[in-house]
């Protein structure tokens, strides 16, 4: 059974560009989290989808973030424009329901120069 | 505010040592704790949740509610436990929403 998936595995963009950051969780997993780390510090929450509906955008940084998961399948999560302070790793995760394991994806290592 | 502490940055030691991986927590409700590891160049993967009452690859945690903590232990390291190891709360029960700690590094040396 193939795990959760990101693409890219890195980026580098300059500041200011747009980047697309894309997840494909486990085959019949209705629930999908994005989270992310920046240097140095905690893996955050960034937002969670059941389907195709957005459960809990609390931790959304700003409006220069957005995700989407048309259909209920793949997720992406679009950085526009992107600024330095995005840089980190952005990680997907996938569950079947909220009490069952969320296994995570390999992580998008975005850089912003 | 729910916060996930995990006091020590790295933790080296030698093979077959005991091993104690400090993890505390603040929260005001019953809290779901869990560990999760990532081996190098590998994705991260959970370890044990503390309902499961699990012991995984020789790793065991036990809730204390009275100090918060849930610290992960292990009687004699591995050289296959070098990795990077996270604390993390459910800030609502089951997976969603983990509020994780800054991780620390298990580094066992032969």
């Known amino acids: 059974e193939a795990g959760v998936t990101q693409f890219p595995s890195h980026s580098v963009i300059e500041k200011g560009q747009t980047v697309t950051l894309r997840c494909d969780p486990i085959?019949?997993?209705?629930?999908l989290y994005w989270y992310r780390r920046v240097m140095g510090k905690e893996i955050k929450f960034l937002l969670h989808?059941?389907?195709?509906?957005?459960?809990?955008e609390s931790g959304m940084p700003n409006n220069r973030f957005l995700a989407e998961r048309t259909g209920g399948t793949y997720s992406t999560l679009k950085v526009q424009p992107a600024e330095l302070e995005d840089s980190g790793v952005y990680f997907c995760?996938?569950?079947?329901?909220?009490?069952?394991?969320?296994?995570f994806g390999q992580g998008t290592r975005l850089t912003v120069v | 505010a729910q916060r996930v502490t995990q006091p020590e940055k790295l933790l080296s030691v030698f093979k077959g040592a005991p091993v104690e991986l400090k993890c505390n927590y603040s929260?005001?409700?019953?809290?779901?704790l869990f560990w999760y590891v990532q081996y190098s160049r590998q994705r991260l993967q959970l370890l044990l949740r503390?309902?499961s009452r699990e012991s995984i690859k020789g790793f065991t945690a036990d809730l204390n509610k009275g100090e918060t903590s849930f610290h992960l232990k292990k009687p004699f390291a591995q050289e296959e436990d070098s990795a990077m190891y996270y604390c993390?709360?459910?800030?609502?029960?089951?997976?969603?929403?983990?509020?994780f700690g800054a991780g620390t590094r298990l580094a066992v040396h032969p």
């Open positions: 995760a996938s569950s079947q329901n909220m009490n069952t394991e969320a296994f």
């Open positions: 085959s019949g997993h209705d629930n």
């Open positions: 989808f059941v389907k195709e509906s957005k459960q809990d």
């Open positions: 929260y005001s409700g019953s809290p779901e």
């Open positions: 993390a709360l459910s800030a609502f029960g089951g997976y969603n929403k983990l509020i």
């Open positions: 503390h309902i």
